[in-house]
């Protein structure tokens, strides 16, 4: 069942709460690996001067830290509105296993709303 969008707009005001570490890399480092690896462009600009992270031929994705798994999804939503691609999240995944609760959240709303999920993790 697909949940009402002002409801799914509101989950996504509320965040996790979760506070943000120090992380390994900036997201920056995995948006330009994984970008490259897919043949996008990184941080296209859309006429309102709004960046995504990586674009495509296929997807408009955004790359968000697991702890930031919400705002992910109203970022990816707005860029494939405007850009006309499906929409992507790659969730960066640095905690392991810790962050596994994060991604089943994400994944749980994506399956809804149809957004492509990837996970990135630091290179070991």
Do not use: N
């Amino acid at each position: 069942m697909k949940l009402p969008l002002l409801i799914l707009m509101a989950l996504l005001m509320i965040g996790t709460g979760a506070s943000q570490a120090a992380h390994l890399y900036p997201e920056k480092h995995y948006q330009k690996l994984w970008c490259d690896d897919h043949k996008g462009v990184l941080e296209f600009r859309l006429q309102d001067g709004a960046r995504v992270d990586c674009l495509t031929d296929e997807y408009a994705v955004e790359f968000d830290f697991a702890t930031k798994w919400a705002e992910s999804i109203g970022q990816a939503l707005y860029y494939a509105g405007m850009t006309g691609k499906r929409p992507g999240v790659v969730l960066i995944m640095e905690r392991g296993d810790d962050d596994g609760r994060y991604l089943k959240r994400l994944q749980s709303v994506a399956d809804q709303y149809g957004i492509q999920v990837w996970t990135t993790r630091p290179e070991e």
